[in-house]
């Protein structure tokens, strides 16, 4: 059970040397990692999804031929009159996408469509970095920053009881918990408009003595921590801008949030997301872990970490990792089946009121995906020529070893969820694979002809 702190003081000096003012861990380790390349990550948190180029691809669908961005594996639109034989051809297409994933670099890949006139479910690949046993469309696998969508709903499900309002200052909940930042709202921290950094290479950094070992970091990523901790280290580093005066990803934003909602409400937030998110949803098997034990069929993340000749310690299995690294921002364990149950019910207005799904989609922000609170849109693929346009909803999520992501149209019929581990931690792109090479082909299935 997680401690509920009633109240948060000023943070300290931290034991590695982070201090208000000071140089924080992150940028020891970025000098590390920009000499001869090598070295534990700068950053982390921030959405993996390439959202301009998956943008670029749904706008020039109905482009000519030699004008498109289409993905390698051309999938043929379902039509009415041969529906058994489309849904063949759609599904080999499918599986061909997600096996394109592997190939290209991931470890296991899981994936699954639902719409009213077509439905897949796909795997490639292995659980484990060893090569058995094959990875399977029912694994469950960390989603990591689809968590927050999760936590939002929870938001708004306390602003709807009334015991919150998107404007409601997080001091007059948790005094202390931003010293210094009395400004700071619900609706800051739901849309990353707080000025918070996201902090987590930083806490991590507070476990390590050498910022370019690898086995420290890796030793670090199974340690324990608590939101007192992410609020500490955050709380040392400068605060990017005032609170909503700009938009900045950040993961100790919603660790906090998560400490604002178990204030409020006076239950741990595991409690919380399993009565009124997974539950509700029919999620049966979905967690928000706070240790890294693993129960039943796990699609393990993994990392590469560079060969000895560069520092590094080659391909490392993640079966260590304790959540507590992303806490609120992202410690869900789920599967394809329950990512697609959540966007459906998010979406349709049975977690929240509609109105209030409709503050969710709403864009605070002017960028390609437009974020509101916990979601974010894109363009939606099933738009007809000449139609106003739609757009889908969700969120994706990168971990040190697996990205997932999840979207919805927006009456909830339509859904498409994916899971894959393997990143490459020594590249400025987190993933080797393109996941939309396979997220297109899976939109697109869901369109009717």
């Given at each position: 059970?997680?401690?509920?702190?009633?109240?948060?003081?000023?943070?300290?000096?931290?034991?590695?040397?982070?201090?208000?003012?000071?140089?924080?861990?992150?940028?020891?380790?970025?000098?590390?990692?920009?000499?001869?390349?090598?070295?534990?990550?700068?950053?982390?948190?921030?959405?993996?999804?390439?959202?301009?180029?998956?943008?670029?691809?749904?706008?020039?669908?109905?482009?000519?031929?030699?004008?498109?961005?289409?993905?390698?594996?051309?999938?043929?639109?379902?039509?009415?009159?041969?529906?058994?034989?489309?849904?063949?051809?759609?599904?080999?297409?499918?599986?061909?996408?997600?096996?394109?994933?592997?190939?290209?670099?991931?470890?296991?890949?899981?994936?699954?469509?639902?719409?009213?006139?077509?439905?897949?479910?796909?795997?490639?690949?292995?659980?484990?970095?060893?090569?058995?046993?094959?990875?399977?469309?029912?694994?469950?696998?960390?989603?990591?920053?689809?968590?927050?969508?999760?936590?939002?709903?929870?938001?708004?499900?306390?602003?709807?009881?009334?015991?919150?309002?998107?404007?409601?200052?997080?001091?007059?909940?948790?005094?202390?918990?931003?010293?210094?930042?009395?400004?700071?709202?619900?609706?800051?921290?739901?849309?990353?408009?707080?000025?918070?950094?996201t902090a987590s290479v930083d806490?991590?950094?507070?476990?390590?003595?050498?910022?370019?070992?690898?086995?420290?970091?890796?030793?670090?990523?199974?340690?324990?921590?608590?939101?007192?901790?992410?609020?500490?280290?955050?709380?040392?580093?400068?605060?990017?801008?005032?609170?909503?005066?700009?938009?900045?990803?950040?993961?100790?934003?919603?660790?906090?949030?998560?400490?604002?909602?178990?204030?409020?409400?006076?239950?741990?937030?595991?409690?919380?997301?399993?009565?009124?998110?997974?539950?509700?949803?029919?999620?049966?098997?979905?967690?928000?872990?706070?240790?890294?034990?693993?129960?039943?069929?796990?699609?393990?993340?993994?990392?590469?970490?560079?060969?000895?000749?560069?520092?590094?310690?080659?391909?490392?299995?993640?079966?260590?990792?304790?959540?507590?690294?992303?806490?609120?921002?992202?410690?869900?364990?789920?599967?394809?089946?329950?990512?697609?149950?959540?966007?459906?019910?998010?979406?349709?207005?049975?977690?929240?009121?509609?109105?209030?799904?409709?503050?969710?989609?709403?864009?605070?922000?002017?960028?390609?995906?437009?974020?509101?609170?916990?979601?974010?849109?894109?363009?939606?693929?099933?738009?007809?020529?000449?139609?106003?346009?739609?757009?889908?909803?969700?969120?994706?999520?990168?971990?040190?070893?697996?990205?997932?992501?999840?979207?919805s149209s927006a009456d909830g019929?339509?859904?498409?969820?994916?899971?894959?581990?393997?990143?490459?931690?020594?590249?400025?792109?987190?993933?080797?694979?393109?996941?939309?090479?396979?997220?297109?082909?899976?939109?697109?299935?869901?369109?009717?002809?």
């Open positions: 059970m997680r401690r509920r702190p009633a109240a948060l003081v000023a943070a300290s000096a931290l034991v590695v040397g982070i201090s208000a003012g000071g140089m924080a861990p992150a940028a020891a380790v970025q000098a590390s990692a920009e000499d001869a390349g090598q070295g534990p990550p700068t950053s982390q948190g921030q959405p993996f999804l390439d959202r301009l180029d998956l943008q670029e691809r749904l706008e020039q669908r109905d482009r000519p031929e030699q004008q498109r961005l289409a993905p390698e594996v051309e999938v043929p639109r379902p039509t009415h009159g041969d529906g058994d034989r489309e849904s063949r051809q759609l599904e080999r297409a499918l599986d061909r996408a997600a096996q394109g994933l592997v190939e290209d670099g991931a470890v296991g890949v899981t994936a699954r469509v639902d719409s009213p006139d077509f439905s897949w479910r796909g795997s490639a690949g292995h659980r484990e970095i060893d090569r058995r046993p094959q990875a399977r469309p029912q694994d469950r696998f960390r989603v990591g920053s689809i968590t927050k969508a999760m936590v939002a709903t929870v938001a708004l499900q306390e602003i709807e009881r009334g015991n919150l309002a998107l404007d409601t200052e997080v001091e007059d909940i948790v005094p202390g918990l931003f010293p210094g930042q009395p400004d700071v709202t619900v609706e800051h921290l739901l849309s990353h408009r707080s000025g918070a950094q806490l991590i950094a507070t476990r390590m003595t050498d910022l370019s070992d690898w086995n420290q970091f890796i030793a670090a990523l199974g340690e324990d921590y608590t939101p007192q901790d992410h609020l500490d280290v955050v709380n040392a580093l400068p605060w990017l801008f005032a609170p909503g005066a700009d938009f900045s990803y950040s993961n100790a934003g919603y660790v906090a949030l998560g400490v604002v909602l178990e204030e409020v409400t006076g239950e741990d937030l595991g409690d919380l997301l399993e009565d009124r998110v997974f539950d509700e949803a029919g999620m049966h098997h979905s967690s928000f872990p706070d240790e890294s034990r693993r129960g039943g069929r796990f699609l393990t993340g993994a990392m590469w970490t560079g060969g000895t000749d560069v520092g590094g310690v080659g391909w490392q299995s993640l079966s260590g990792f304790d959540p507590d690294v992303f806490d609120a921002a992202g410690a869900v364990v789920s599967t394809t089946r329950d990512l697609n149950r959540f966007a459906e019910a998010l979406t349709s207005g049975e977690l929240v009121h509609e109105d209030l799904v409709e503050e969710m989609v709403t864009p605070r922000t002017g960028d390609v995906g437009g974020y509101g609170l916990g979601i974010y849109r894109l363009p939606d693929p099933c738009t007809g020529p000449g139609e106003a346009p739609q757009w889908i909803y969700g969120h994706d999520g990168l971990t040190f070893g697996t990205a997932a992501l999840v979207f019929t339509r859904q498409v969820s994916l899971g894959a581990t393997g990143r490459d931690m020594t590249s400025a792109q987190p993933l080797t694979y393109d996941v939309n090479e396979l997220l297109l082909p899976m939109l697109e299935a869901t369109c009717e002809s």
